[in-house]
């Protein structure tokens, strides 16, 4: 590392104040920063100091999505094998997988810190870090057939029309990543649904019975008879989103996340059980095939688990305050179903219902602290 602080000190110059290169600070700012602690303090003022910041945070958050992107990856490679019937080692479907996912990874962090990087030079302030975040979790959402170029537009209208509209990082109030998604999803649907996004074949013949649905489309389509079973939706090997199959890996990222408390316990637990409540009524009324299928094995499919542990969390566009964050996460939850069951043309309801809760966190916080200061005032005498 001293060689990159090395060459990073060499060209800090050319950046500072009277550089030639002074317009770009910015991005020597951010890169210096990325790599190593600033060396500078607060030298006025009452300040909080810690020894973790916003860069630190969105790593730590990055990291906990790794076990999803590296099982992401074998899955990828799993499923491609499986539905072309041929025979691979581990390490042979892992790298395909790999070869198909990391390309996606690419372009989403180029073209979002490109964007970010532009907005930085235009308005003369440091790099936001958000995007460390965003950039991962984009590709993650994603079927494994999405055309790159549709990655990069979706990654530029969320970076621009999802958060820099709004100010930038920490001012957003829907969730970039999901906005990504939902961009895609309406203006190309057939691109991000359907049964042949899911699984790479390469044109190559299929094996008898193959369909390439995910387990919430086979659910949509004929019920619950033939979806995957418990295990196979815990283990994550099904089709579907690249990041999203696996509750094993989520839950090893929600358990760094918790064990860090970088994300709200409140709010996993609250859209657990608002889920969980909503799967179980729905069970009992057993009106079609769909509401048969078991309470918590509706909870392990589709991007469920995953919006619960990364999307539902944001600790921007969630709920800030504790009652607040019980009631988002609880309706989260249950719209997050309630959209599911309900409308078979829409199979996967999570991200519909983060982005409305998304919206409505604001006004849920405003009639919190509002009922509290109405309390505290009904306890105040005030004497004539």
Not at 76 to 98: C, I, K, P, R, S
Request: glycine share 12%; hydrophobic share 50%.
């Amino acid at each position: 590392m001293k060689l990159f602080k090395n060459l990073l000190d060499s060209v800090k110059p050319h950046f500072e104040e009277g550089g030639k290169l002074h317009k770009y600070w910015p991005v020597y700012d951010g890169f210096e920063t990325f790599l190593f602690v600033p060396g500078h303090a607060t030298k006025k003022g009452a300040h909080i100091r810690d020894g973790i910041d916003l860069k630190r945070t969105m790593i730590m958050v990055v990291l906990a999505l790794v076990p999803c992107l590296l099982f992401g990856m074998y899955n990828v490679g799993y499923q491609h094998y499986m539905a072309t019937g041929q025979e691979g080692e581990l390490m042979e479907m892992f790298l395909y997988g790999a070869l198909k996912v990391l390309p996606l990874v690419i372009v989403s962090y180029t073209v979002g810190l490109g964007v970010e990087f532009g907005f930085c030079i235009a308005k003369g302030h440091g790099i936001n870090e958000g995007f460390l975040v965003s950039g991962m979790l984009i590709p993650l959402i994603m079927p494994v057939e999405v055309p790159l170029w549709m990655v990069g537009l979706a990654t530029a209208f969320a970076v621009v029309f999802g958060k820099e509209v709004f100010g930038g990082t920490g001012m957003n109030i829907l969730n970039p990543a999901l906005t990504a998604r939902a961009f895609l999803f309406f203006a190309y649907p057939t691109q991000m649904s359907g049964n042949m996004v899911w699984v790479p074949t390469e044109g190559m013949p299929t094996v008898d019975g193959f369909t390439g649905a995910t387990a919430l489309g086979v659910a949509a389509e004929s019920g619950g008879a033939g979806i995957p079973s418990l295990m196979e939706s815990f283990i994550g090997i099904i089709p579907g989103s690249i990041g999203e199959t696996s509750v094993i890996a989520i839950l090893l990222g929600a358990a760094l996340l918790l064990y860090t408390g970088i994300a709200s316990w409140r709010v996993m637990l609250s859209m657990l059980i608002g889920g969980y409540l909503m799967a179980f009524t729905f069970n009992l009324l057993a009106l079609n095939e769909y509401m048969k299928i078991d309470a918590l094995h509706q909870l392990m499919m589709g991007g469920f688990m995953f919006g619960l542990v990364f999307m539902a969390t944001d600790p921007v566009s969630a709920a800030q305050t504790n009652v607040g964050k019980w009631i988002y996460g609880f309706f989260c939850g249950v719209l997050g179903i309630l959209i599911r069951v309900v409308n078979p043309a829409y199979p996967e309801g999570i991200m519909m219902a983060i982005l409305f809760m998304n919206v409505m966190a604001p006004m849920i916080d405003h009639y919190v602290v509002q009922g509290n200061i109405n309390r505290r005032l009904k306890r105040v005498k005030v004497k004539a």
